[in-house]
């Protein structure tokens, strides 16, 4: 008999979910029987994310919730290894919703689109899950349709070294902007200075946040991609220039606490005639999906970005490998890989 | 000799201005030698307008700020009585920048704009700086741009009695939203139901700000007309609903204290997708002033809407009839009249 492991989500966190008692890897014996349409996935990477904190509540939030003793679900790259849906041939690398699990039957072959190419030296097979998925174009997206960015101008990123922020300072940077990035550490730092080449960088722990935005950013903030919340959007707020517009993507900050901070300083909004507008991705999906695809994909292809991904190794580890990323031990996009192609 | 009452500012004040301290009533002579092209008025009504706060700071805002030791400014109604401008012959009625003061030279009659029919007795004098000024441009434009009202929507406005609020809460009704508002008094309320016909209006000094929204908005708020932030824009922000609007135009509750109050969940804007933008009301008068003055005009004139103004008599009361407008002590909008035609 197969087994198949998974994580379970077992109780509402309040704070940073702790793996054992919110949510925990079980193992189960596999029982496939596969109706007209399905297949049976092997899960070679899944993507954590930070949305999923927001699976954890008990309110309605954009997403439905994780279901109490149900495994816990995550956009993945998988092989069809068993396949009564002629689309998906048994062979085919498929991405779309799996769970965080070795093996995921998926009835009707729902949402999984083929991977043209999964052997493409170039182009790995993670990637799907980040720089040329739902990161990416969360990054492309929203950086166009809200930032509306204008060459000459001034970016700033928070969470800057992080799966959708890595994207948007190395868009940036390709459209003639000037790009100011904050991170957790000094390596992350480093990384954004010297990898990126962002124009400015500051590790948002050491000393005053605004002091340091300041000094990065001495002619004031034209676009400020919001990840973070909190006393970051607070510094931000204070740096904008007139007519600027900040792109509320997520608060980060503010996701394992019941004591969020309070920004104190939101009138500059009038007197700077600012522009905050908060997104979901799949907002955007029909307008931009496809010049996404194409644009990402070729910039990736050729090296014109990079992309920094930190892979846990093994279904064992998703569990600490998500509060470490919400906690910032991650090093660029978080990902799971589960098993080889 | 001619004596010329005037209100001078004397010093930034941190919390709310004090008459006497950071502002007073002077009397001097008025010496008038008329340049090619100036105008000398016998000034009617001033308007009193919390921008006027911002005004006060020794930090560089929207607007000039006033002078330490020079006549305070404000948007007036007077006529001329010495002119050396073909335009702006004696007994013309105008409307433009004057000083707080009983009489004013304007070099080279910058900004006036005549009043055509000045008297009409269908549209009072004060109304230039109100209904058919800057405050209700400030309506009528914003809702129109930034809230993209449509009907059957649910709009809430805070400051509902005030300058702006009572016109774009009127303005809402005619495009057939469910308006809500919410003052600082019963008796202000009460003028919102019975005399607005707002759908539902609130006392925010009692009980619950967010409550008291929750049971006059059962079914959330599209768009949040935003004159005061703090708890106010806290509790808008819990009963947004997605594809929200914030139309910011100002947040009183922070323009005289030094401790102003932290909001804490604008991590809905992202969740629910809001859209906040903020604005003055300059930035609008190019594209909506002709089409406001057309609309407004003839609404006030057929009796359409009606608007509640708080009239101060002399520049005597001017400062103590300033301080009481940022307290809400006035009960519509706040003018002064200086004299009469
Ligand atoms: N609106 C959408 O559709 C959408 C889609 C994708 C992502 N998002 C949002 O975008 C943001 C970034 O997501 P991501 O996938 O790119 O994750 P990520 O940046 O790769 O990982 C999360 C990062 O957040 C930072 N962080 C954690 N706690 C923080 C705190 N208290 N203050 C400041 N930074 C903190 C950490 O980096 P440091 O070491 O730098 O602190 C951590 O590495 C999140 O807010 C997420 O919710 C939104
Ligand atoms: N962006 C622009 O171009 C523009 C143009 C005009 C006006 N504005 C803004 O629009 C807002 C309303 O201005 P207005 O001319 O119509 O003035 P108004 O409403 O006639 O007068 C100010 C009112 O603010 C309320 N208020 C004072 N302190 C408050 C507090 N701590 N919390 C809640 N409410 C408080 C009071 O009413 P209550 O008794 O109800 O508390 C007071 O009557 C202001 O914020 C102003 O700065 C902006």
Not at 134 to 158: D, H
Not at 173 to 201: N, P, Y
Not at 305 to 322: H, L, T, V, W
Request: glycine fraction near 12%; include cysteine; proline fraction near 4%.
């Amino acid at each position: 008999m197969v087994q198949n492991k998974s994580v379970t989500f077992l109780k509402y966190p309040q704070e940073y979910p702790v793996p054992g008692e919110h949510f925990a890897v079980e193992t189960n014996e596999l029982h496939v029987e596969l109706k007209e349409g399905d297949v049976l996935l092997r899960n070679l990477y899944i993507s954590l994310d930070p949305y999923m904190r927001g699976k954890m509540r008990n309110a309605k939030s954009y997403t439905a919730g994780f279901q109490i003793g149900k495994t816990m679900d995550a956009s993945g790259v998988s092989e069809v290894i068993e396949s009564k849906n002629a689309t998906f041939p048994v062979g085919t690398v498929v991405t779309g919703f799996v769970g965080w699990e070795q093996y995921s039957v998926i009835s009707g072959a729902q949402g999984l689109r083929p991977i043209a190419n999964p052997r493409n030296p170039k182009i790995p097979l993670s990637s799907y899950v980040g720089v040329l998925g739902m990161p990416g174009l969360t990054a492309y997206s929203s950086l166009k349709i809200i930032g509306q960015p204008k060459s000459g101008e001034t970016i700033f990123i928070s969470a800057a070294s992080g799966a959708v922020g890595q994207i948007v300072g190395q868009i940036s940077k390709r459209l003639g902007l000037r790009v100011v990035g904050s991170a957790g550490s000094d390596e992350k730092v480093d990384f954004l200075l010297k990898e990126l080449k962002f124009d400015a960088a500051f590790n948002y722990k050491k000393g005053s946040i605004l002091e340091n935005l300041r000094a990065a950013a001495p002619e004031g903030v034209d676009i400020y991609f919001e990840n973070v919340g909190g006393e970051t959007l607070e510094a931000a707020l204070e740096m904008m220039n007139t007519h600027g517009r900040i792109i509320a993507c997520g608060m980060i900050s503010v996701y394992n606490t019941t004591t969020p901070y309070g920004v104190r300083n939101l009138f500059h909004i009038i007197g700077k005639r600012i522009t905050i507008r908060g997104f979901i991705v799949s907002d955007f999906a029909q307008e931009c999906g496809t010049d996404f695809a194409k644009d990402v994909g070729s910039w990736l292809a050729n090296g014109d970005i990079i992309y920094k991904e930190d892979i846990a190794d093994g279904i064992d580890n998703a569990p600490d490998a998500f509060v470490g990323m919400l906690q910032g031990k991650n090093f660029g996009k978080q990902v799971v890989k589960i098993a080889d192609l």
